[in-house]
């Protein structure tokens, strides 16, 4: 779990064995009793640890894999911009001659490292949401039905236009 220097003092080190060991069973779906009662067998003591202590174990720990992960995630940023830079000067001269395939790349490149840097705005999504009460939905259903029935009416045959002249004859 740790990727940086290890704890030197003896409580520092109970401290990173108590949240590693937390986090690992919290991975595996274990409760806070659960959790409290495993440390306390680590650590030998009589009584298990409170849901509360253990919260705050957790809580310390998942911080200090955040800030990693976060430094971590910094780290691979600037890589990605370096990698993007170099891109964007390869293709430079020949965007600027005019080829539009170059063109075409340049300005492909250019938008990852907008969006890389956060320099555009995230898109935004309009949602139309109708809200309607329960009278007003049944009213909407009805009026979809007679709507779908109406050409299978129209197109009956009115009773009053059939004669039995076939049977006449």
């Not at 990693?68 to 990605?80: K, V």
């Not at 005019?98 to 490149?109: R, T, Y």
Request: hydrophobic share 40%; net charge positive.
């Amino acid at each position: 779990m740790y990727k940086t220097k290890p704890p030197r003092s003896a409580s520092k080190f109970r401290a990173a064995a108590r949240e590693q060991l937390a986090v690992e069973l919290r991975k595996g779906g274990a409760t806070m009793a659960k959790i409290g009662a495993a440390i306390a067998e680590q650590e030998g003591l009589s009584k298990p640890i409170t849901a509360a202590t253990v919260s705050r174990i957790l809580k310390r720990a998942l911080a200090r894999l955040r800030k990693y992960t976060d430094a971590e995630a910094e780290d691979l940023r600037q890589l990605e911009l370096e990698r993007i830079d170099d891109l964007i000067a390869g293709l430079w001269e020949a965007a600027k001659g005019g080829h539009p395939d170059s063109v075409k790349q340049f300005l492909a490149v250019q938008d990852r490292r907008c969006k890389l840097l956060g320099i555009e705005p995230p898109q935004r999504h309009v949602h139309d949401i109708n809200v309607m009460s329960w009278a007003q939905v049944v009213q909407s259903a009805d009026a979809r039905i007679e709507e779908k029935q109406r050409p299978i009416v129209e197109s009956r045959v009115p009773l009053g236009l059939l004669t039995d002249k076939e049977d006449d004859g």
